[in-house]
């Protein structure tokens, strides 16, 4: 497989960034994958946040324990999504998009660089 490609699939599937540690980019892939950690990190102290809330709801009896009334809680929860987390998933899907997009790039680079056999 071409490091074009092997470096790209490592970005699209496993993380952001791993592709450029493969290339030996250090620099940007740790850029990458802290970017990453940090937004992924936001998000899903968000959600949880958003579920102790709603279980406390439950559990003080402010909201019955009746499947609509908690769809209807999750979605009024879901709903109130502040800006700084829409910020935070399109960071995240941007830096995912850069991860594969550069690798790639840097990839094919790689692959164009004439080999210098030694003498």
């Excluded at 699939?9 to 970017?35: C, D, E, M, Q, W």
């Excluded at 439950?58 to 324990?65: F, R, Y």
Aim: aromatic residues 8%.
């Amino acid at each position: 497989m071409k490091p074009s490609v092997k470096a790209a699939l490592l970005s699209a599937l496993v993380f952001p960034g791993v592709g450029h540690i493969y290339l030996k980019r250090y620099a940007t892939g740790i850029v990458l994958i802290i970017v990453a950690v940090v937004a992924t990190y936001y998000l899903m102290a968000n959600a949880v946040h958003i579920a102790f809330a709603i279980s406390d709801r439950i559990t003080s009896g402010e909201v019955p324990l009746e499947t609509t009334a908690i769809s209807n809680l999750v979605e009024q929860q879901t709903q109130q999504v502040t800006m700084s987390s829409s910020v935070t998933t399109w960071i995240l899907c941007i830096a995912w998009l850069v991860g594969i997009a550069d690798s790639y790039r840097l990839g094919l680079k790689k692959e164009n660089q004439p080999v210098l056999s030694a003498l």
